[in-house]
């Protein structure tokens, strides 16, 4: 099995900076790509950035110039640093993983829990 475990959301001034983590752990061949997602209270999951294996990165609009996605390979572990929030970044962040788990096997994909992230003054 594959577990995704988020980390360092919280509440954050507008402006402020917060730095999120995503770890995987389990059952890993290689990580095909990696990719957060964001929910907002009434509204519906939308795409926030995603980094494959190639370390190619791609980012929303909303957030382009602000966040950076990065990952640690050897450590399995994704990172979204979060700069000049917004009061509309508020929202509970999820990771999403494309895993293959054997040699020569297709991605599946894992979700985390969420984490929540609060931009309040």
């Known amino acids: 099995q594959v577990q995704l475990v988020e980390s360092g959301g919280g509440l954050v001034q507008p402006g402020g900076s917060l730095r999120l983590s995503c770890a995987a752990s389990?059952?890993?061949?290689?990580?095909?790509?990696m990719t957060w997602y964001r929910q907002a209270p009434g509204k519906e999951r939308e795409w926030v950035a995603t980094i494959t294996t190639g370390d190619a990165t791609s980012y929303a609009d909303s957030v382009k110039g602000r966040f950076t996605i990065s990952i640690d390979s050897p450590k399995n572990t994704m990172y979204l640093q979060m700069s000049n929030l917004k009061p509309e970044d508020t929202a509970l962040y999820y990771c999403?993983?494309?895993?293959?788990?054997?040699?020569?096997?297709?991605?599946?994909?894992?979700w985390g829990q969420g984490t929540p992230v609060t931009v309040s003054s």
């Open positions: 389990g059952s890993i061949f290689r990580i095909n790509a």
């Open positions: 999403n993983a494309d895993i293959s788990r054997y040699w020569r096997t297709a991605g599946e994909h894992y």
